[in-house]
Each structure stands twice: as structure tokens, then as C-alpha cells.
């Protein structure tokens, strides 16, 4: 059996592969939506966290400068009240002593103030809460100074960061100018911050590591920074500075700014302007030291997500090995389930699908179906065994795949039935032809374990689509066709025609017609008598059984008995004759004897013994008067146990007779065998006796093999007395025929049986 092609992916696999990769793709979407989520949260968070310390840091010192603001301002107001409007009378209030002690007690309680200095309209450093009396100093070349000399903006100047002259350490100067009444420039006021105080500021912000805080002026210049940046005097003049543009466009949540923007990689970073001040607070941490903790929080959740996903891929593919397997399993069941286990054809459940696949096609694509049964294999599996009998079958499997063509399909229906289909095949012609290459092929000899076995085939043919092409008209016409080659003869080939269906519809109503008649009584028993050759006097009768039908007529055995042995009717038939012409022999005088035909089917059944004695056991007639005539086709089969069922009917001194010798095998080794005590020889060569010399030859022979036998002889069908005279004369021992007598009623033999009686007697 072909296997049909299957695919590597199943319906349910595939659809089970796309849930997982839309489970898998969900997963991984719904990961990633979470992930920048959490990024997103985390970014957002540490942001917040800047923004919060840059508003904090941003009012702290915001409010550092607005206390040395108040300062300077409050030095201007007492200069002020103390009507200083030239540089003789600044000169007299700040160079004193008091003037000295002044300056520090404004400076008591500012931990963020290192000095504070007042300059004439030169630059001449006039006060410093350094020391008194001050240092010689100038101051006139800073750019704070020139900023307050020049008279233009605000009075207050915040500076970037500058090498103090009289301390020598990096300061931040806040400067106030000095005005006269009339708005005449007189001079600075400076308050100094050490740059450090701002520095320690910031390094106490810790807003992760690679964190970069920054107090920058409004043009980037960086005045203090965490990490401290050493301002010397070679960079005083162009101190370290960061892209204020960028950072002063942040939004006020913050932001990611690039590389080279606050140092030389990306950071995340929030600014605040100080309210009263052209500066602002920067506090930034690295961008990847926020990823750093963005991975730390996504991690867990992509491990999760992995370990979901190989749970899903691990489970699917557990469970599509699962479908596999049983996917597998169902394959090889379903081909276990359409495959001839013996032969390795397809069963008839495969047979039947196929031709169910042609029927749903409804093209009319020609083919014929074959049936074909093998002849008397029942006997070679009864005689041989079993086991030689299915290498039999395995072998005649092989040998119809060797003669067919590979797109003919071979099926064994069960038993020694084969079906085939050969596609293409439009006419009886060809069908015949593939018929003969089947049955060439079968009739070639079998090796089977050292028997040469020799079988042959009868076949049934039906043609799609002329005999039809729907599965169950094909079926029954291949099957009626597969009959006919049977009733026929053995080893024949019948092709389905009309007349074919016409025929086995009228034996299809005859069977029902034999099944009403068995019913209703219609059958009843004729006898024909058989007379001794020497003398012609009466010896017995042969029962004939008789039908006579309402609307046929009178049935001939010839036509009925088959169909009765077909259906196993034959078995009642048979048993009720027996009882009747017992009983009705039972009328007759002794020692006149009645014959009985006796089926091949009444052996088959097992129960002919049993049927025998019954009927001789209801009737009373003795068993030496019974005599029951058998074929040799009884013979032929096995089955049944015919040789010891007739053994043992003749050791009850019953009578076994061979009917139609010499149209058969007419084999010697039955009458040894089976110790036939008569045969009967078949009224063809009794037609012949008188003008053919072959007939005279074949009756002579018989007679003396009869004769050398010591077997009784009756020769049928004697129509004339040149017959009778040359039988008689030949050595036969009985008679019968229409010159002797036509078969009667029952009365008439019993009416006939008592006139010879009674001519004995008077003889």
C-alpha cells in the first residue's frame, strides 16, 4: 500500500507555532513597553531627584550672595550717611582703624564671606578685613572693576573666579560700586568668597556616580565645581567653561545632554538659575551610570521575560513532540488499520476509500474493478495448513504487484478475495486483457515449503463508467460478474453485462421463490424404479425431488438444486427427502431399496451422519435398502470429513453409490479410498452405446473395472432396447430409464412395488 505524502507541519501545529509567536511577540513588545516604561521612570526619577537639588542648591546660594549683597550695601549706605562724596572723605572713613574694625564686625557670622575690600576710583585697595592697615594693592585692571568703573549696568557684579592679590587663593567676588550724591564714580566695595566654601558645597551632593555639579555664570563660566576644578593663575584669564546655551535651553525637568556639553560624555543633567543672579546651579550624573540603573531594574524583568518565553517555546515544544508522536502513532494506526497485515495490500477498508475518493471526484476518469477469488484454496488451507496456506496468499500478493502496472491498485478483501482497480482501461477488450495477465499469472505453479502448488482464478469485471460509476453499483456489478465466472467453472473471467443482471435477478427471485416453496410445501418426491439387468425384474427406486411452482411450472432440478446449494437450503431439502423416501420405502416390499442424492453442500454442513440416521430411525427401513448416491465433486473437497462420514455410513451396511462415472476425474483411487459399492454410469455414454465405438469402449471399461472391483453397476438413461441389451449383455448389473420407467408418484411406486411382489410370490 502507497502511503499517501503528509506534511512535515500540521494544521494544528502550525496554528499552535503562530499562537506562540504571537505570545512570544507579545511578550517581547509588552518587555519592551515595560522596559522604556521603567526607563523612562527611572530617567524621570533621577531627574527629579536633580531638579529638586538644584532648586535647594539654587536658593542656597542664592541667598549666600543676597547676605554679601546686604553687606555691600549696607557698607554704601554707612558711607553714604557719613557723606562721603569725594575720594578725600572715602579715604578718611575707611582707612582708619575703627574704619577697620567696622568692616570686620560686617563680616561676623558669614561663613561664606573670606574678605571684604573697598578700592578708591583707581583701583587702590584703600580697606581689607585682611589686615590693617591694608596691603598695597590694585585692583584697577580686574574686570569687576572696570565693569563698576565704567558705570554701565546694575551697581552689583558677580565676577568669575579670580587669584585674590592679597590672599593669593581662588575667590569669588561680588562687587558693589560706590557713587557720590551727583553719580560720580568713587570707588568698589568687594566682598571675596573662597571659591572652596562653594566647592565643598557641591561635593556634598551626591546624585550618583560619574556626578558633575556645577555653579556657572550665565555664560558657562564655571565658578565652583564638584569635582573641583584647580583654578591657577595661568587659567585665570580664560577659566574653565561649559556650553551655556546648551544647558540654559534645558526644559525646566531636564534633559540628556550630549558629549563635550558638561565634560566628554552624555549626562543627564537639570539647571536653576539664581533668582537675583546672572548664574545658575548644573547638577548632572552620567548617562551611563543612569543606565547602569536602568539595567539593574530591567534585568529582572528581561529574565523574567526569557525565562516566560523559554517556558512557552519549552512547553510547545514538549507538547508539538507530543503531537508528533501521536500524530505518528495515528499515521502508523491508520495505516495498521488499512493495511493487509499477511500481504501488505490494502485491506478492504483502503479498498473502500479508494473507490469512495473516485465517487466524490464525480469525473467519469475510466477504470476497471477487478474481483478475484481464488480456486479451492479452502482445500490447500485445510490439507496443508494454515501457515502454507498464508504464505500462499502472501505469495499470489506479490505476484499480481509483479504483473501489474504501479498505478494499479491491489487490495486483499479477506480470505483469498482480491480486488483491483486499473485506471484507464475504457472497454471490455483490455479489461479481458489485464484479466489474462492475472490469470496467467496465478496459474504458474507456488513453491510453498516443498509443495509445488497449483491454483487458479476466477474473476468478476465491472467498467466505469459504462456499468456505472457510483461505489455501490460497481461493487455489485463486479460482485454478480465474479459469480457468474464461479457458477461457470473454475478459473474463468466474466465481465458484467445486462444480461448477466438480468439473469441473476431471475435467480435472485428463484432463491426467494425456493425460500416461499420450502415454506409452503411446494416440494415434493418422485421415483423412478431400477431394474436388474438379468430378468428386469424391480430392485429399488432413486427419489427424485420435485417442484412444482403456482406460476413456473414445473422448476427442473438443474435449475433449482444449484440455487438451494447456493443459499444452504439443500441442508433442509436434503434432510426432509431423506426422512420422506425412508418413510415412503418403508411401504415397499423388502428387499427393494431406495436411492438418495446426497449435496457436497450436506457434507460441508457436518450433519449428513446425523440426517442419515435420523431419517432411518423415524422411518424403520433397514440400513441394507438405503443407498445414497454422492458426485465426485463431494469427493474433491476436504472439508466436511467426507471420508470418514462415508466410512462410516457403509459400516452401518448402507449403500454408497458414485453417480456420473466417467464425467469427472473418474479417479480409481476414490473407489479404493472411499469403497464405493456402486457406480452409476452417466446416460452421455449410454446415448452412444449403440453407434459410437468410443461410448462402447469407455461403458466396456467401466463395466470391467466394475466386474474386477466386484462393484454393482447401473447405467442410466436407457431409452431403447438395443441399450438395455448391450448393457445387460456387457456385464452391468441395474438398469434404469425411460424404457423401464418414468419417475411416479409415491403411490405409483408403492402400487408397482406390490404388483412385483406379488408376481414373485405367483413365480
Not at 91 to 109: D, K
Not at 262 to 270: F, K
Not at 403 to 418: K, V
Request: glycine share 8%; hydrophobic share 45%; with cysteine.
Amino acid at each position: 500500500m502507497k502511503e499517501a505524502s503528509r506534511s512535515s507541519v500540521s494544521p494544528l501545529e502550525f496554528i499552535i507555532l503562530i499562537i506562540d509567536g504571537f505570545l512570544v511577540l507579545f511578550i517581547a513588545v509588552a518587555t519592551l513597553s515595560a522596559a522604556s516604561r521603567l526607563s523612562d521612570a527611572a530617567i524621570e526619577r533621577q531627574l527629579k531627584i536633580q531638579t529638586n537639588i538644584a532648586d535647594v542648591m539654587s536658593d542656597e546660594i542664592n541667598h549666600a550672595f543676597q547676605a554679601m549683597d546686604l553687606v555691600l550695601i549696607g557698607i554704601t549706605d554707612h558711607l553714604k550717611a557719613r557723606e562721603v562724596n569725594d575720594q578725600v572723605s572715602l579715604i578718611a572713613e575707611t582707612t582708619s582703624q575703627s574704619a577697620f574694625e567696622t568692616l570686620r564686625a560686617r563680616m561676623s557670622g558669614l561663613a561664606f564671606l573670606d574678605a571684604l575690600t573697598i578700592t578708591d576710583e583707581t583701583g587702590r585697595v584703600l580697606a581689607s578685613t585682611r589686615r590693617w592697615p591694608a596691603p598695597e594693592a590694585y585692583f584697577g585692571d580686574r574686570p569687576y572693576f572696570k565693569a563698576m568703573q565704567s558705570m554701565i549696568g546694575p551697581p552689583t557684579y558677580l565676577s568669575q573666579p579670580i587669584i585674590g592679590r592679597i590672599a593669593g587663593r581662588p575667590n569669588l567676588v561680588l562687587s558693589h560700586r560706590m557713587t557720590s550724591d551727583d553719580g560720580h564714580f568713587l570707588g568698589v566695595v568687594n566682598a571675596a568668597s573662597d571659591q572652596g566654601y562653594f566647592a565643598n558645597r557641591l561635593a556634598r551632593v551626591d546624585v550618583g556616580k560619574g556626578s558633575l555639579i556645577a555653579f556657572i555664570l550665565e555664560d558657562g563660566t564655571v565658578l565652583a565645581q564638584s569635582p573641583a576644578l584647580v583654578l591657577d593663575k595661568a587659567s585665570e584669564a580664560n577659566p574653565p567653561r561649559h556650553d551655556a546655551g546648551a544647558l540654559l535651553a534645558l526644559p525646566a525637568a531636564g534633559g540628556l545632554v550630549p558629549a563635550d556639553i558638561l565634560g566628554d560624555t552624555e549626562r543627564y543633567a537639570a539647571i536653576r538659575r539664581l533668582p537675583s543672579y546672572p548664574a545658575a546651579i548644573v547638577i548632572s550624573v552620567a548617562a551611563r551610570t543612569v543606565n547602569e540603573e536602568i539595567r539593574r531594574t530591567i534585568f529582572p524583568l528581561a529574565i523574567a521575560s526569557l525565562l516566560v518565553c523559554a517556558g512557552i517555546l519549552l512547553v510547545t515544544g514538549l507538547w508539538i513532540r507530543q503531537l508528533r508522536r501521536d500524530r505518528k502513532q495515528s499515521a502508523l494506526q491508520y495505516r495498521q488499520a488499512r493495511t493487509d497485515v499477511l500481504t501488505g495490500l490494502a485491506n478492504r477498508l483502503y479498498f473502500v476509500e479508494w473507490l469512495e475518493a473516485l465517487d466524490r471526484t464525480g469525473s467519469v476518469s475510466p477504470y476497471a474493478l477487478y474481483f478475484a477469488d481464488l480456486d479451492y484454496f479452502k482445500t490447500i488451507n485445510d490439507t496443508l495448513g494454515h501457515d502454507v496456506g498464508d504464505k500462499l496468499l502472501a505469495a499470489v500478493a506479490e505476484r499480481l504487484v509483479e504483473h501489474l502496472g504501479p498505478t494499479d491498485r491491489i487490495a486483499r478483501l479477506g480470505g483469498d478475495e482480491f480486488a483491483i482497480i486499473c485506471m484507464g482501461v475504457m472497454d471490455e477488450i483490455n479489461a479481458l486483457r489485464i484479466a489474462e495477465i492475472i490469470v496467467s499469472a496465478i496459474r504458474k505453479p507456488f513453491q510453498i515449503e516443498g509443495h509445488q502448488l497449483n491454483i487458479s482464478t476466477s474473476i468478476g469485471i465491472s467498467l466505469c463508467p459504462r456499468d456505472g460509476h457510483d461505489l455501490v453499483t460497481l461493487l455489485k456489478c463486479a460482485d454478480l460478474a465474479l459469480f457468474k465466472a464461479k457458477a461457470d467453472g473454475r478459473g474463468l473471467t466474466r465481465v458484467f453485462s445486462e444480461e448477466l443482471a438480468s439473469a441473476m435477478e431471475t435467480r435472485r427471485e428463484l432463491q426467494a421463490d425456493l425460500e416461499e416453496a420450502w415454506k409452503l410445501g411446494q416440494f415434493y418426491l418422485a421415483y423412478q424404479p431400477i431394474y436388474e439387468a438379468a430378468g428386469r425384474r424391480l430392485a429399488g427406486f432413486e427419489a427424485l425431488l420435485r417442484w412444482k411452482h403456482p406460476t413456473r411450472g414445473m422448476v427442473p432440478p438443474d435449475v433449482f438444486i444449484p440455487v438451494a446449494e447456493e443459499t444452504g437450503l439443500i441442508n433442509r431439502l436434503g434432510a426432509w427427502v431423506l426422512e420422506r423416501a425412508c418413510a415412503e420405502a418403508m411401504t415397499w416390499p423388502a428387499p427393494l431399496f431406495v436411492s438418495i442424492n446426497l449435496s457436497p453442500v450436506q457434507f460441508r454442513a457436518g450433519a449428513i451422519e446425523a440426517q442419515v440416521h435420523r431419517a432411518l430411525r423415524l422411518s424403520g427401513l433397514p440400513n441394507e435398502r438405503l443407498e445414497l448416491e454422492i458426485t465426485e465433486s463431494t469427493l474433491l473437497q476436504k472439508e466436511g470429513g467426507v471420508q470418514a462420514a462415508l466410512g462410516n455410513l457403509r459400516a452401518s451396511r448402507i449403500n454408497i453409490a458414485l453417480d456420473d462415472f466417467g464425467t469427472g476425474y473418474s479417479s480409481l483411487r476414490y473407489l479404493i479410498d472411499f469403497q464405493i459399492d456402486r457406480i452409476k454410469v452417466d446416460r452421455y455414454f449410454v446415448e452412444g452405446v449403440a453407434d459410437k465405438s468410443s461410448s462402447q469402449a469407455i461403458i466396456q471399461a467401466i463395466l470391467a473395472l466394475a466386474s474386477t472391483l466386484g462393484l454393482q453397476c447401473t447405467a442410466e438413461g436407457i431409452e431403447t432396447e438395443e441399450q438395455a441389451e448391450i448393457l445387460g449383455n456387457g456385464g452391468c448389473s441395474h438398469l434404469q430409464g425411460y424404457l423401464l420407467g418414468r419417475p411416479v408418484t409415491p403411490e405409483q411406486a408403492q402400487t408397482l412395488a406390490l404388483a412385483t411382489e406379488r408376481r414373485v410370490e405367483a413365480g
